[in-house]
């Protein structure tokens, strides 16, 4: 048993990708969980999910009780998520109780009533079943639908509490109207408040950003904060567990090359295995070189390489690469390299980092270069693209692959970049690639600020570029002020060489 | 104007409520249909089957399966004016009089 775990309740691991890590486990075993949200946060698919996710991990059957919407719509919508909801249900393993309104009939009320058909039915279906898991979808609707507020929420309980002493594990959606207010309407987190889960689906930067936020389990621990998630058409609902996923992180000594040995020279014997090195410089200093020449280095060594592109062409890419005498052809046809070219605005940022890290679980690379952090920083608010650096720098170290980010300076001769602002804690080395004017020329320097627990030339080093790629050259003397980006000449011989 | 009526009424074991449904209902159908209705109750606590294909959620729930169109009413059935109104027993008119 884990630390977390208070003795008492005992935690089901759902199996909705990313929450369980949130929940510390999963929902509390046995129990009721709220799911609150506005329109369009999610709240049925993830109720889905809960029972779909149990059916394929271990054949749990689930019930769903659907209050709104037809069981025939939610075939549809939830068959697009590849769940065989027609297999299920012929062999039993999902039993829909539909509680859904009939448009075509008008129901009239004359006296006093109770759910009590709601809940002899739900018994009646767990029971035939042999359900662990069962969802409600949504209590608001009940609400809406029967005018006696005080009777429906008597007869939730019931069900709340019949559940429990079935030993069944229920999530029960509920509505919510702004994204930071109230739990629910209607008073309903008052019968089932020991535990509650928040969708938010929020507008920031003029950038959709869908959140999930564990607010209470009662007697058990969770992650606090709210956590992107996301929804890919194939498969549901998938949750970015940021802080969960650092604990878990292990360093590696590996060295492992850059791609030029005069570099590895100044990282004290190339990067680490499993480091995240960011490559920070103004545009044409050589931040897509670098990355190239990481991935070739990756490629001669032996390695299988991956490269993220957002910011060019494909064909403008291998161009590129070709002109610093870099062949990527004959890898990728060899299978030991995959490239990937996207156009940032083509997705959300919680789609990006999914499809990057599905790729990499596919593909199993040794490294991975990505060219442009910032071009992705442009389809994301500023914490949505610090939670994405988090999540793919842990992911990337977690299994031991060597990554190598680049962003972009907005000013040409020096500054931090905003992204090297929101991200530098979070990787393990820094290189800087600076221009620099010397006695009117302009030269490349090159810096290496941070090196994970090693030692390091501190030097700022003059590069060039030719055909054959990236030459670094002496130390910049009686100059200072370069990574600033103003330099300043100063008299020789109080050096520290 | 010799309809025979069907009526289900569905309830959830013999609660006072219950009865007190069955009880209005057949005050009412004897003074309103006089040997043309039969009334069927079903407990959907024994027949869960029957509660589910009738989607029925809250009890008691009375359905008028005769004559067409099926219409539902649901509560203890105190509320005599509406359960004539929901039987269509009562013409929009005549219950505008009424009132």
Known sequence: ?497 | MAQEYLLRLYVTGQTARSARALANLQAICEEELQGRYRIEVIDVLENPERGENERIVATPTLIRELPPPIRRIIGDLSDRDEVLHGLELVSPGQRESLQ
């Open chain 1, 1 to 497: 048993m884990s630390a977390d775990a208070l003795p008492g309740i005992d935690k089901l691991a759902t199996g909705i990708p990313g929450f369980d890590a949130i929940a510390r486990g999963g929902l509390p075993e046995g129990r009721t969980t709220l799911v609150a949200g506005t329109p369009g946060s999610a709240k049925t698919v993830f109720a889905g999910q809960f029972l779909a996710a149990g059916i394929q991990r271990d054949d749990t059957p689930g019930v769903f009780v659907t209050c709104e919407e037809a069981p025939a719509d939610l075939r549809r919508n939830f068959g697009a998520f590849g769940w065989s909801m027609a297999d299920w249900e012929a062999d039993g393993r999902w039993t829909f109780v539909d509680v859904s309104p009939d448009p075509d009939e008008e129901t009239v009320e004359a006296g006093s009533y109770d759910l009590g058909a709601l809940v002899a039915r739900i018994e009646h279906a767990v029971e035939r079943s042999g359900a662990r898991r069962l969802a409600i979808d949504s209590l608001g609707a009940m609400f809406s639908r029967f005018p006696d507020t005080r009777q429906v929420r008597r007869d939730l309980f019931r069900i709340a509490s019949r559940l429990k002493a079935l030993g069944v594990t229920a999530v029960m959606t509920a509505e919510r109207e702004t994204e930071y207010g109230p739990v629910a309407r209607h008073g309903v987190e008052e019968f089932v408040a020991d535990n509650v889960v928040i969708l938010r689906n929020i507008l920031e930067n003029e950038t959709r950003r869908r959140t999930l936020e564990i607010l209470k389990f009662r007697g058990t621990q969770h992650q606090k904060g709210e956590y992107p998630f996301t929804i890919l058409p194939e498969g549901g609902l998938i949750a970015i567990p940021l802080s969960a996923m650092e604990l878990t992180q292990h360093s590696t000594d590996v060295r492992t090359t850059s791609g030029n040995d005069e570099l590895d020279r100044m990282c004290g014997g190339g990067f680490y295995r499993d480091s995240i090195v960011l490559v920070s410089g103004a545009t044409g200093t050589g931040k897509t070189l670098m990355a190239t020449e990481f991935t070739a280095g990756g490629l001669a060594a032996g390695e299988r390489c991956m490269l993220f592109a957002f910011e060019e062409s494909r064909e403008q890419l291998m161009r590129n690469a070709r002109g610093w005498n870099v062949d990527y052809a004959p890898a990728e046809g060899a299978g030991n390299l995959a490239i990937r070219c996207d156009y940032p605005e083509a997705a959300g940022l919680e789609d990006h980092l999914v499809r990057i890290k599905q790729e990499i679980d596919r593909f199993r690379p040794d490294r991975v270069a990505l060219d442009s952090l910032t071009a992705l920083e442009r389809v994301a608010s500023p914490r949505g693209f610090r939670e994405f650096v988090i999540s793919l720098t842990s992911f990337i170290k977690e299994r031991q692959i060597a990554g190598l980010f680049t962003a972009s300076t907005p000013s040409l001769m020096g500054g931090a970049s905003v992204t090297e602002a929101h991200i530098s804690t979070l990787t393990d080395s820094i290189i800087v690639l600076r221009y620099v004017e010397m006695r009117g020329r302009v030269h490349r320097g090159l810096a290496v600020l941070k090196m994970r627990g090693a030692g390091h030339d501190a030097g700022i080093r003059c590069f060039n570029i030719d055909d054959r790629g990236m030459h670094i050259g002496q130390r910049f003397s009686g100059v200072e002020g370069i990574l600033e980006g103003h330099p300043v000449h100063v008299q020789q011989g109080d050096e520290d060489t």
